[in-house]
């Protein structure tokens, strides 16, 4: 009798003991994941490995499962990489997310070309896309959670992007691929994937673009909001209009390549585009040995204020993703000016938690209060 009453004793104090990490607090009402490199996948980082373990419950690719790197010639798939990604995120008990399908950048150049250098008319380059992503989400069913199934459509202001699929198919490309991924897989989640989309421009144009596909009887879970995030941009109330905006339509959103970047940016450089540049100098590169602390109070502020909301509207979130799991992973790094040094994500270079993650951890083990 005094065993099993010492025992219940403890089984209850172990249940009221306060979540320590990400995944035990905010992973009881979301996903909360982080972008995975090659290296991390193939075990050269363990330390980064044990983060993953220890704090996440889900995993992107960063860039292994992107078109380029699957078929960089026609025909010829290298499924390798994509492979050690599924097994290792399945393997660490973690949930996988295929990013990307169809998009304008990081796909090879045969793509978009037919046999005399000139783009594909619409049939082939339809045929294109449903073997694409036939042969991708047919090899991984059953083993993703949900697909990014196109990425990047719209520009700001909330036209449609003149990529070579809008060019060569039409605006219906979009409605194109959501039937082909959920041919393929039709258990697998499907997301559209955007940046900017604190813009009343894209915003409008995603939700119409929920609102054609729904009417159109074919699925869509998700709406991600890539939230490349800097110290002044964007807007958080416009970012906030857009999370009612998306939830209004019925379906979930996420925020799928978080970060918080302390640099300058160019001034000819907006959004996301991978293919944007600038300069380096030591203007843009003010941070190169380590973040002052009045930089690292101001960057925890404005991480607070957007996992308020993510807290807020948590019934509505599938997904929150860092993208890249400390600071010297980051993309960040590289992008849009190469050789800087970065402090985006919620781990440092060292591999230790940033003092904002107890924090978070803290909120998210608090109710929510009705709104």
Not at 15 to 24: I, S, V
Not at 153 to 172: K, Q, Y
Not at 234 to 249: F, K, N, S, V
Not at 299 to 307: C, E, G, L, V
Request: glycine content about 6%; aromatic content about 10%; proline content about 7%.
């Amino acid at each position: 009798m005094k065993h099993s009453l010492l025992l219940s004793l403890l089984l209850a104090a172990a249940t009221a003991l306060p979540a320590q990490t990400l995944k035990e607090s905010i992973g009881r009402h979301f996903l909360i994941g982080a972008a995975v490199n090659t290296r991390q996948v193939n075990g050269d980082e363990p330390k980064a490995v044990n983060i993953l373990q220890q704090q996440f419950n889900a995993v992107v690719a960063e860039n292994c499962m992107k078109p380029e790197n699957i078929e960089p010639h026609e025909g010829q798939f290298h499924w390798d990489d994509a492979d050690k990604f599924v097994k290792f995120a399945l393997d660490n008990h973690l949930t996988p997310t295929g990013h990307v399908l169809v998009w304008h950048s990081q796909t090879a150049p045969w793509m978009f070309v037919n046999q005399h250098g000139e783009l594909p008319n619409r049939e082939q380059m339809i045929q294109r896309m449903h073997d694409y992503i036939f042969a991708v989400v047919g090899r991984y069913k059953g083993r993703i959670l949900g697909w990014d199934v196109v990425n990047e459509a719209f520009n700001d202001d909330g036209t449609l992007r003149p990529s070579p699929w809008a060019r060569a198919i039409g605006p219906d490309f979009i409605q194109l691929a959501f039937r082909f991924a959920h041919e393929a897989d039709p258990n697998a989640e499907l997301y559209y994937n955007d940046y900017s989309m604190d813009k009343p421009g894209k915003r409008k144009a995603v939700v119409a673009l929920i609102r054609q596909l729904r009417d159109a009887g074919l699925r869509i879970d998700a709406i991600g909001m890539q939230s490349h995030n800097g110290m002044n941009y964007p807007d958080i109330h416009e970012y906030e209009q857009t999370i009612q905006a998306i939830i209004a339509t019925g379906v979930k959103v996420q925020f799928t390549e978080l970060d918080f970047n302390v640099l300058p940016m160019p001034w000819n450089v907006q959004g996301a585009d991978v293919n944007q540049r600038g300069e380096n100098s030591s203007k843009m590169n003010p941070y190169p040995n380590k973040l002052p602390a009045d930089v690292q109070k101001q960057q925890a502020d404005r991480i607070m204020d957007f996992f308020r909301l993510y807290k807020k509207y948590e019934s509505h979130i599938r997904r929150v993703t860092l993208w890249g799991v400390t600071d010297g992973d980051s993309w960040l790094n590289g992008w849009p000016i190469p050789g800087r040094t970065n402090y985006p994500l919620l781990f440092d270079r060292k591999m230790k938690p940033k003092p904002v993650v107890k924090d978070i951890v803290r909120m998210f083990e608090s109710p929510t209060p009705a709104r």
